[in-house]
């Protein structure tokens, strides 16, 4: 399993970086075609927004799986031992369920509704579904991390 998250952990990292680099780029076409040839490019904006959208989202799913996302960690840092790993799976439960229930549930359905209905983007003439894609992915990842992180904190449990 570590083996996995090694490797979907490259995956997403590169992924990343390959989305703040084009979001670089399509900026700085924006910004040229604006002020240098005074014909401002039609599609610029909508691309920033939308690589803005998966570059946000896909990155909450990458931080989670490197737990370091927001937290108030007030709780665990008083607990120890047993009651610690208890705490942890806790709230690794709680996030499985969120992503379950919300990203990839809700959003599978976001996607379909979307895709249905044949919502096109104004300036890329993209279908809108395929930009909203990226909240069951995310939601896939973090269920994959959540449930790696569970397992982890079950087989500590038992070393105790």
């Known amino acids: 399993m570590n083996k996995i998250k090694k490797i979907i952990d490259t995956v997403l990292q590169w992924l990343l970086v390959f989305i703040i680099s084009l979001m670089t780029v399509n900026v700085l076409w924006q910004v040229f075609t604006r002020f240098v040839l005074h014909n401002p490019s039609s599609f610029t904006e909508e691309l920033a927004r939308y690589t803005l959208v998966w570059l946000g989202i896909l990155g909450a799913s990458y931080v989670a799986g490197q737990k370091m996302h927001l937290a108030i ?3 665990s840092l008083k607990l120890h031992g047993k009651s610690k790993l ?5 709230i ?3 996030i499985f369920f969120f992503s379950l229930v919300v990203m990839l549930i809700g959003g599978y359905r976001l996607v379909l509704i979307t895709l249905s209905l044949n919502q096109i983007s104004a300036a890329l003439q993209v279908p809108l579904g395929y930009v909203y894609l990226v909240v069951p992915v995310s939601g896939a990842l973090i ?18």
Request: proline share 0%.
């Open 92 to 94: 690794q439960v709680s």
């Open 143 to 160: 269920l994959f991390y959540s449930s790696y992180f569970i397992i982890e904190a079950i087989k500590k449990l038992k070393e105790l």
């Open 73 to 75: 960690d007030l709780l």
């Open 86 to 90: 208890y705490l942890e799976i806790f």
